[in-house]
C-alpha cells in the first residue's frame, strides 16, 4: 500500500508541467548525444550540469536523468544504421543490428531496439522502487568501515574491468584519489596542493575535469582524423516488428531485463556490461547461435533491453548508499551535492520528493522515448548527416560556456582545457578515464571514512577486517587487485571498455 | 605497450614522488589522527610503486615483439590540428574577458570553421555568426548564465 501511496506521491511531482519539461529536455538531448558519435553522456551531463542550477534540484535530476537514459535509447541509432556506436554501452549492437540494415531490416531492428529498451528502462525502475527503500534502510546502520570498504571495493571493481591493462587503472584512481584532495583540506583547515592559486581552494571542479577528460580530449582525437561516416542510405520503412521478431526477441527482452538490472546495481557495473553479458548469453542459450553476427534480431534485442535496464539498477547504490556505480551517476552524485543534497541512506527519508520524483519520471521519459525514437527516426537520421567538421566547434564551444558558468571563472576553463589536453595523451598512452573520475568523486568520502574509521578504532586497521560487511568488502577487493597474478583467474577477466 | 609505457610510467614516478614530497610537508599525523598529508601520501606511494613496476616489467620482460615507440602513437594522423585547436582555446581563454563573448566567440568559431577542415567563407561565417547569436541568446538572455559582456554585446542587446 506503501507502494502505491508513494509512486502516486511521485507521480504527482513528475506530472507537474515544469518537471514534464525537465525530463522531456533530458531524453531529447539524451537521445541527441546518443546519436551523436563523438560525445556521450558524461559529456553531456557535463555541459548541462551549470544550467541546472538556476532550476530546482528535483527538476535537475529528473533532466540528468533523462538525458543518461535517453541516451541509452539514441545509442542504438547510430550503431544500426552506421555501425558506430553512438555511446560505449551500444556497441555490441552493431554486430547483429548493422547486418540487418544491409538485409534491408532497419526498421525493425530500430523498432525492436526502442521496445526493449522501453520495456527493460521500464522494469529496471519497477526492481528501483522494490529495492531502493528496504537497501537504504539497511544501509542507515553503516558505519565509516563499511563505507570504506564498499567505496573501494566499488572503485576496484571499475578497475577490474577496465578494458587495459590493471596497473594502468589502479594508477589512474590512485591519481583520481590524489586530485581529489586538492583545495582545502576539511579536517585540519589547511590547503593542499593548491600552490596559491585562489581558485583551488575548493578543490578541482567535477564539471571542467569532466569536460576536459571525456569531451575536449574527445575533440582532439576526433580531429586529427577524418571522421567519414557512411550512412545507411535505403529508406527506413516498417518500424514495427512483426510475430515473428517478437516471437524470437521476448525471451531475450525478458532475461535482458533481469540481467542487466542486477549487473546494473554492481558497483563498476552498468549499462556497458549489461550489454556484453546479455549478448552472450542470448548466443549461448540460443538453438541457433550461427545466427549471431549475421542479422540476429535477439542480438539487438538483448543488449539493447540490457543497456537500459541497467540504468535503473546503477540508481539504486547511489540512492541508498551514497556510492555512485558508474561515473554517470558520479555525475549525478556531483549534480546532488552541487544542489546541496547528500546522496546516501537518509536521502529517501530527508528528501522523498527528489526519490520517487525521479523515480517516475523515469516512467514518463521511457514513454516519451518510445514516442521520440519510433516516429521521430527520420530526424534523428537527419541529425547523423551533419558533418563532424561542422560539429566539433560547436562541441568545444558548449564544452567552454559549460566550464565558464559554473562559476564564472576562466580558470575553470584552463583547467577543462589542460584535462583535455591531459584526457588526449591519456587515450595514446591507453589510460582510462573512468576510474579516475570516480575516483575523484569518491575521494574526499574515502578520505573521512578512512579518518573517521582510524579515530573509532584508535589506529588499528582491524576495524576493516573485524565488521563483517566492511571485511567482505575489502576481502573482495582485495582479491580483484591480486587476480592479475592468480592465472587461473586473471585470464577469466572480462575485457570491457569504459 | 612498450617504450611508450616506460615514457608515461616515468611521468607518473615523477609526479607520484612530487607528490610525496609535498604530502610528507603537509603533515601525515598519526593512525588515530591521520594529518592532511596521510591519504595524498599513501596513495602517491602507490602510484609511485606502480609506475615502477610498469617500468621494470618493460624493461626486464619484454612483451615480445617490437616495443611502440612514441613517435607511432601520431603516425599517420594531423596531430598539427589538435595542437591549432587547442592554441585557439588558450587564445580565447586570454581575450574572453576582455573582448566579450560575442566578439571572442565568433572569432574562435571562424578560427575553426577555416583551419581544421577549410569550410567556404560563406559555410564559416554563417557558422560563427549564428552559432555565437543563438548560444549568446539561450546561455545570457534565456538561461541567465552572466557571460562577459563587451562592445557587441552592448551594441546588440
Redesign the interface.
Known sequence: MDLVQNLLYGFSIALTPANLMYCFIGVFIGTLIGVLPGIGPVGAMSLLL??TL?VSPVGAIIMLAGIYYGAMYGGSTTSILLNIPGEAASVVTCIDGYQMARQGKAGPALGIAAFGSFIGGTASILGLMLVAPPLAEGALKFGPPEYFSLMILGMTLLIYLASG?I??A??MA??G??LG?IGI?P??G?Q??TFNILELNDGVGLVPLVMGLFG?SE???N????LKREIFQAKIRGLLPDLEDWKKSAGPILRGSVLGFFLGILPGGGALISSFVSYALEKKVSRTPERFGQGAIEGVAAPETANNAATGGAFIPLLTLGIPANVVMAMLFGALLIHGMQPGPMLLQSHPDLFWGVVTSMYVGNGMLLLLNLPLIGLWVQVLKVPY??L???V???C??GA??IS?S?MD??IM?VF??FG?LMK??E?EGAPLVLAYVL?PL??MS??QS??MS???FSIFFTRPISAVGIGVALLLVISPFLPWLGKKRPAMGE | MGR??Q??SLF?LV?GLV?II?SYR??LG???????????FW??L??SA??L??LFHRLLIPSGGEPQRIRE??GG???L??VL??LA??G??LV??NLGYLLS?LA??LF??KT??P?RWT?AIG?AVL?SLI?FVV?ALW?????PRGILERLLF
Open positions: 551549470p544550467t538556476h591493462s596497473p594502468k589502479l594508477m590512485v591519481f584519489v590524489i584532495t583540506d579536517t585540519s589547511v593542499r596542493f575536449i575533440v582532439l582525437l580531429v586529427e582524423q577524418s567538421r561542422i566539433f566547434p560547436l568545444l564551444l558548449f567552454l560556456i565558464y558558468s564564472y576562466v576553463v584552463l582545457i583535455g589536453v588526449y595514446k598512452f589510460y575521494g574515502l578520505e578512512l579518518r582510524l579515530t584508535d589506529g588499528h | 611508450a609505457d615514457f608515461s607518473w609526479l607528490v609535498l603537509l603533515g598519526t593512525l588515530t589522527s591521520p594529518g592532511p598529508g596521510f591519504l595524498p596513495c602517491a602507490i602510484l606502480l609506475s613496476g610498469v602513437l601520431w594522423v594531423r596531430w590540428r589538435g585547436v587547442v582555446l588558450l580565447y581563454t574572453f574577458s566567440t574562435l568559431l575553426l570553421f581544421i577542415e569550410q559555410v557558422g552559432a548560444s546561455f538561461l541567465d548564465v552572466q557571460l
